[in-house]
């Protein structure tokens, strides 16, 4: 069980970082910080102007980071053999189909802004599992816009490299993802979960009181496929949606649609049922998010855990995002006495699920869901016990 990850030794990394670029003295590499996220409700809400319920967690990625004035931009992770060094040039293309799209992204954005650089030796060290649904990629994009807004003194506010971080993803990776991840990595608060309003940006933090609880992540360890294309499947399928409420409704966006005025439109969806599912998990889905943030309010764990359930299930019927092994991790937890609520988080079709659940049975949890999923799956899963925690920071000038 990973209960809580390795800390990072700076010494090391900073060994490394000399090693791969060069020792400057004069001119050490600064560290930033941002964490991975879950979202504990409130799935494929984001780009409908819907609410999400993520938190940030206690894994992330670190970035060493320093100026240079050789016209190089230098790109090396110790998660990863490849490292990259690109001329002023060649940032402005994309890099095959590897994480340093994520960096690239972000400086793009920032040249929009013009705000140019003239070189960077980045090294970046992770300890999100990759392709979990956690958010690590969001982390390096957020990370380095942090990082190059100090750096550059480029006066970017909070919100401001939400939204660049956000576009570096859109614009340059090509994924049309909502607000909600960057959001978390940028935004999060210890021991807290934040309601996002996703059209309006407006947001609260709101205390995770768990009391004898957990938050556990389940890792299918799935391989993702064809996840980018069916993601943006789902972001077309919920504008085409859109487009027939507007017909009847003046509505901005899917999201500030109710499940009853979806049901005084629902003829109009007679020849698109794929589209009326997903507007239906969409609404239901808002509820579902303001409910559970009331039952969190009163210590009515019990109702959060069945709204989780809830989500779930329109995840997996409605706007049909599940998978074989997600189904069996959720089914199985769903098993286990010590459960309360058990849903896939993120976007789907493989990554993990989040488990609110006792903290004096997670043992047994992992014990009995590792071994009834190895049995019906063949694949085996990892346990992370998370803690909420603050988003991107600056952790060495
Ligand atoms: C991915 C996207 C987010 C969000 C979730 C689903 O994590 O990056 O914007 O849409 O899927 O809720």
């Given at each position: 069980?990973?209960?809580s990850?390795?800390?990072?030794?700076?010494?090391?990394?900073t060994?490394?970082?000399n090693e791969k670029?060069?020792?400057?003295?004069?001119?050490?590499?600064s560290v930033?910080h941002a964490?991975?996220?879950v979202?504990?409700?409130?799935?494929?809400?984001?780009?409908?102007?819907?609410l999400?319920?993520p938190c940030a967690?206690?894994?992330?990625?670190?970035?060493?980071?320093?100026r240079?004035?050789?016209?190089?931009?230098?790109?090396a992770?110790?998660n990863?053999?490849?490292?990259?060094q690109?001329?002023q040039?060649?940032?402005?293309?994309?890099?095959?189909?590897?994480?340093?799209?994520?960096?690239?992204?972000?400086i793009?954005?920032?040249r929009?802004?013009?705000?140019?650089?003239?070189?960077?030796?980045?090294?970046y060290?992770?300890?999100?599992?990759?392709?979990?649904g956690?958010?690590?990629?969001?982390?390096?994009?957020?990370?380095?816009?942090?990082a190059?807004?100090?750096?550059f003194d480029?006066?970017l506010?909070h919100?401001?490299?939400?939204?660049?971080?956000q576009?570096a993803?859109?614009?340059?990776?090509?994924?049309?993802c909502?607000?909600?991840?960057?959001?978390?990595?940028t935004m999060?608060?210890a021991?807290?979960?934040?309601?996002?309003?996703?059209?309006?940006?407006?947001y609260?933090?709101?205390?995770l009181?768990l009391g004898?609880?957990a938050?556990?992540?389940?890792?299918?360890?799935?391989?993702?496929?064809?996840?980018?294309?069916?993601?943006?499947?789902?972001v077309a399928?919920c504008?085409?949606?859109?487009?027939y409420?507007q017909?009847?409704?003046?509505a901005?966006?899917l999201?500030?649609?109710?499940?009853?005025?979806?049901?005084?439109?629902?003829p109009?969806?007679a020849?698109d049922?794929?589209?009326?599912?997903?507007?239906?998990?969409v609404?239901g889905?808002?509820?579902?998010?303001?409910?559970?943030?009331?039952?969190l309010?009163?210590?009515d764990?019990?109702?959060?855990?069945?709204?989780?359930?809830?989500?779930?299930a329109?995840?997996r019927?409605?706007?049909e995002?599940?998978?074989?092994?997600?189904?069996?991790?959720?089914?199985?937890?769903?098993?286990h006495?010590?459960v309360?609520g058990a849903?896939?988080?993120?976007?789907?079709?493989?990554?993990c699920?989040?488990?609110?659940m006792?903290?004096?049975?997670?043992?047994?949890f992992?014990?009995?869901?590792?071994?009834a999923?190895?049995e019906?799956?063949?694949l085996?899963?990892?346990?992370?016990?998370?803690?909420?925690?603050n988003?991107?920071?600056e952790?060495?000038?």
């Amino acid at each position: 069980m990973n209960h809580s990850p390795e800390p990072f030794d700076l010494r090391r990394l900073t060994r490394r970082f000399n090693e791969k670029f060069g020792t400057q003295p004069e001119n050490e590499p600064s560290v930033f910080h941002a964490p991975g996220r879950v979202n504990l409700i409130g799935e494929h809400t984001d780009y409908t102007g819907g609410l999400v319920f993520p938190c940030a967690i206690d894994r992330g990625n670190l970035l060493l980071i320093r100026r240079n004035d050789d016209n190089q931009f230098r790109f090396a992770s110790t998660n990863f053999d490849l490292m990259a060094q690109l001329s002023q040039h060649e940032i402005e293309q994309t890099y095959g189909d590897s994480w340093i799209n994520y960096p690239l992204g972000v400086i793009d954005q920032f040249r929009r802004r013009g705000i140019t650089m003239s070189g960077l030796d980045c090294l970046y060290s992770g300890n999100v599992p990759n392709g979990a649904g956690l958010s690590s990629s969001a982390a390096i994009e957020v990370v380095t816009a942090y990082a190059i807004n100090t750096l550059f003194d480029a006066g970017l506010t909070h919100m401001e490299i939400v939204k660049l971080a956000q576009a570096a993803e859109n614009d340059f990776v090509g994924m049309k993802c909502g607000v909600m991840d960057q959001f978390a990595v940028t935004m999060g608060q210890a021991n807290h979960a934040m309601m996002l309003n996703c059209e309006t940006l407006d947001y609260r933090h709101v205390p995770l009181n768990l009391g004898e609880n957990a938050i556990v992540l389940a890792n299918t360890n799935q391989r993702r496929e064809l996840n980018e294309s069916a993601y943006n499947d789902r972001v077309a399928e919920c504008g085409r949606a859109l487009g027939y409420v507007q017909q009847r409704i003046d509505a901005p966006s899917l999201g500030a649609i109710t499940e009853a005025q979806l049901e005084t439109v629902k003829p109009i969806f007679a020849d698109d049922h794929i589209a009326y599912q997903r507007a239906r998990h969409v609404t239901g889905e808002n509820a579902r998010v303001q409910a559970a943030v009331n039952a969190l309010e009163n210590d009515d764990l019990q109702a959060f855990g069945e709204l989780m359930q809830q989500s779930h299930a329109s995840l997996r019927d409605d706007f049909e995002v599940s998978s074989k092994p997600l189904e069996a991790l959720v089914s199985h937890a769903l098993k286990h006495p010590g459960v309360l609520g058990a849903r896939l988080t993120g976007a789907g079709f493989g990554g993990c699920t989040v488990n609110l659940m006792r903290r004096d049975m997670v043992d047994s949890f992992r014990e009995d869901v590792g071994n009834a999923y190895r049995e019906e799956t063949g694949l085996t899963a990892d346990f992370y016990v998370i803690t909420p925690s603050n988003g991107v920071e600056e952790i060495r000038s």
